[in-house]
């Protein structure tokens, strides 16, 4: 789901850039140093994931979890995926520095909203929670497919195609997204239901 240099017109890459640093100057101040360790893990796991690349056409899939990182980092999640991107860019060349700051948006954007969600409707009971892991697993993933399209198809006509075929191709990888996120939000509401707290929730609960 990467977007790479030289896809996008200049402005839009300028204005992802500027967005972005926006957004990770917010999402650092809203990080605690007890915090540092889970988003330590979740960057790692980001990363990782995203590193497995499946060619479908013009373009590759692969998963990207921004729900699940929504849900266990809330606004914490924009500085996690930002530095799973630079880290990725850096040594892996995937998405490339000029378009980081719109690759930044595209998944992180997505996380923040679904840590909002899954808070507000998360409820108590570990079958309410795993459930509503699921549902912001697959629509962290469907917001980023839409984001990305949109992206895209600001590079003019020649990326309308790749744009619909970039949407296509993520539907499996949302359905994915949604039973891994229910899976692990299932299994931590069970063993350690304080991970899923964010810290604003923390300091009031």
């Not at 650092?28 to 690349?53: G, Q, Y």
């Not at 990305?148 to 191709?169: P, Q, R, S, Y």
């Amino acid at each position: 789901m990467h977007i790479s240099d030289g896809v996008l017109p200049v402005s839009v890459a300028v204005g992802g850039y500027a967005v972005s640093l926006g957004l990770t100057v917010w999402s650092a101040r809203k990080t605690r140093n007890e915090d540092m360790p889970k988003l330590a893990v979740m960057t790692a796991a980001f990363f990782v994931a995203s590193l497995i690349h499946v060619p479908f056409g013009p373009t590759s899939v692969h998963l990207i979890i921004p729900g699940l990182t929504g849900a266990l980092l809330g606004p914490s999640a924009f500085l996690s995926i930002g530095l799973g991107l630079l880290l990725q860019s850096l040594l892996f060349q995937f998405g490339g520095l000029t378009a980081l700051g719109v690759n930044a948006l595209m998944m992180g954007v997505p996380a923040i909203a679904c840590g909002w969600v899954f808070q507000t409707f998360k409820g108590q009971t570990p079958s309410r929670q795993a459930l509503v892991g699921g549902v912001v697993g697959a629509v962290g993933t469907v917001l980023a497919a839409i984001i990305l399209a949109g992206f895209l198809m600001t590079g003019g006509e020649d990326f309308l195609g790749v744009a619909k075929i970039a949407l296509a191709a993520h539907v499996p990888v949302i359905i994915i997204e949604g039973a891994v996120s229910a899976l692990t939000v299932g299994f931590l509401a069970r063993v350690k239901p304080a991970l899923l707290l964010h810290p604003s929730r923390q300091a009031h609960g």
